[in-house]
């Protein structure tokens, strides 16, 4: 069993060798017998458990469907023992479509269309059913609603030359139904959850789905990687605002948004959450990077503003960048202090704003509950999260200190050279490539190492045998 371990360590170790050009492989590769018990417990780890999709069948009646005419889906975990009666809804995220064309473009995607999602998603993180991974939620009712209308399911019209469907605010009350005839009516407990482009629809829903449950139920909302700013980027323009621009005004959003913020702002503004939050009359936790690695590359320093790529090396890889471009990443935390200021005075409130460079922390297992997941406060996400949501500590407002004193971050570091990624249309679609700033953390595909890697590992095999 031992030769099997050392066979697949040393393939990828030698894959990851010719992938990064490393001179130091035969040195890494001596490292094998020390690496080898830490690989058994990720190998030998319990299964992650797979939620197959349900289409919802009463949807199409209520032109509650996706971009393309189908059938919104969701994943649904059943919750059991002390949490048989509490509800927790994810929302998904994954970007927005901002125009015609990208609109058109997502019609054949996932995020567009139930007939491209996945027919089963992993449940990990705060969706996952084991205490070790999930101490708070494991055995609750946990939910992942697939996102497919391109505007963080708040559009309520329709492209009729084009037949695109702009339903999100119908699924969302298609998909509430469901799931408070399924049992979510007598819910205990609730939490609304999202990350992203979700973690926007949290906001965006969160009063909505207080009022969708009985007085008795406790209800709170969470926004993870949802704070969007209205930044500036680096050219000095505005490349989030008129995208969230072209969003309002493609799926005409105006008459959805809340009334108490376009009374005295313009629609664009009532799609960011910082004006925004400070309304909200149900609980809320804000969970954010300080250096959100999406806002990075697509808000603050996306290809339209930097056309000569003097931004590329830095926003792929922090410890890539000079101390003037640092000093624009420190000015973006500032920012976010400011817009969370006046939400993070209610004592309902909480919020974990740490300064790392990465994005979502709730549905990766090793941002959420591991062993060497990011802290603030000596406490993980989950155990920060579940201290506010069940009132084990008041006044949670776990602020980090500004970059670079978190030696806790599992900071994203992206693919420089990969192209064809129309992060308009899919922002979490960088994510694909990225990996954590920890090696041992992830093993380059065995099935993208080369004939030349598994050549050497016979040799390198046979060098260490001697």
């Not at 018990?37 to 999709?53: D, I």
């Not at 708040?154 to 009350?173: H, K, L, N, V």
């Not at 406060?377 to 920060?384: D, L």
């Amino acid at each position: 069993m031992r030769s099997v371990f050392l066979i697949v360590l040393s393939v990828c170790s030698v894959a990851s060798v010719v992938r990064s050009g490393s001179s130091d492989g035969f040195t890494k590769l001596r490292d094998t017998e020390t690496a080898i018990s830490l690989l058994e417990k990720k190998l030998m780890a319990p299964e992650v458990a797979m939620v197959p999709l349900t289409l919802i069948q009463g949807a199409g009646s209520k032109g509650a469907v996706c971009l393309d005419g189908t059938l919104p889906g969701y994943h649904l975990d059943r919750g059991f023992g002390s949490g048989a009666k509490n509800w927790l809804i994810q929302l998904e995220g994954g970007g927005w479509c901002n125009n015609h064309r990208t609109c058109v473009y997502r019609k054949t995607s996932r995020r567009g269309s139930s007939n491209f999602m996945e027919k089963t998603l992993p449940f990990t993180g705060i969706l996952s059913n084991k205490p070790q991974e999930n101490p708070d939620f494991f055995n609750w009712n946990r939910v992942k609603l697939r996102y497919c209308d391109g505007a963080s399911f708040a559009g309520d019209s329709q492209d009729e030359s084009s037949q695109i469907f702009y339903r999100g605010q119908r699924i969302w009350q298609a998909a509430m139904e469901e799931f408070l005839s399924l049992g979510m009516q007598r819910a205990n407990q609730a939490l609304l959850s999202g990350c992203s482009a979700g973690g926007l629809a949290s906001i965006l829903h969160c009063d909505e789905f207080r009022e969708l449950l009985p007085s008795s139920t406790k209800v709170k909302c969470l926004s993870d990687a949802g704070m969007f700013l209205d930044a500036v980027d680096v050219s000095g323009g505005h490349s989030l605002r008129n995208m969230f621009q072209g969003i309002v005004t493609v799926q005409n959003l105006q008459k959805g948004l809340s009334s108490t913020c376009t009374n005295h702002l313009d629609p664009t503004s009532c799609f960011f959450p910082q004006n925004l939050v400070s309304d909200i009359k149900t609980p809320m936790f804000l969970l954010n990077t300080a250096y959100d690695s999406w806002q990075i590359q697509e808000s603050l320093a996306p290809p339209t503003a930097d056309p000569g790529g003097i931004w590329k090396a830095c926003k792929s890889d922090h410890s890539q960048c000079n101390s003037s471009q640092i000093q624009f990443f420190q000015d973006f935390r500032n920012q976010m202090m400011f817009a969370v200021n006046s939400f993070s005075k209610s004592d309902q409130n909480g919020l974990f704003i740490n300064s790392c460079f990465a994005h979502c922390q709730t549905e990766r297992q090793d941002t959420w509950f591991a062993q060497d997941s990011p802290q603030l406060n000596g406490k993980r996400v989950a155990e920060t999260v579940g201290d506010w949501y069940f009132d084990r500590a008041k006044n949670i407002k776990a602020i980090d200190c500004a970059y670079p004193c978190d030696k806790t971050c599992h900071n994203l570091i992206f693919d420089v050279n990969q192209t064809g990624v129309d992060r308009s249309v899919d922002p979490k679609a960088a994510e694909i490539s990225a990996s954590s700033s920890s090696s041992s953390r992830f093993c380059f595909p065995l099935f993208r190492a080369s004939l030349v890697s598994l050549v050497l590992t016979t040799i390198i095999l046979g060098f260490l045998a001697q």
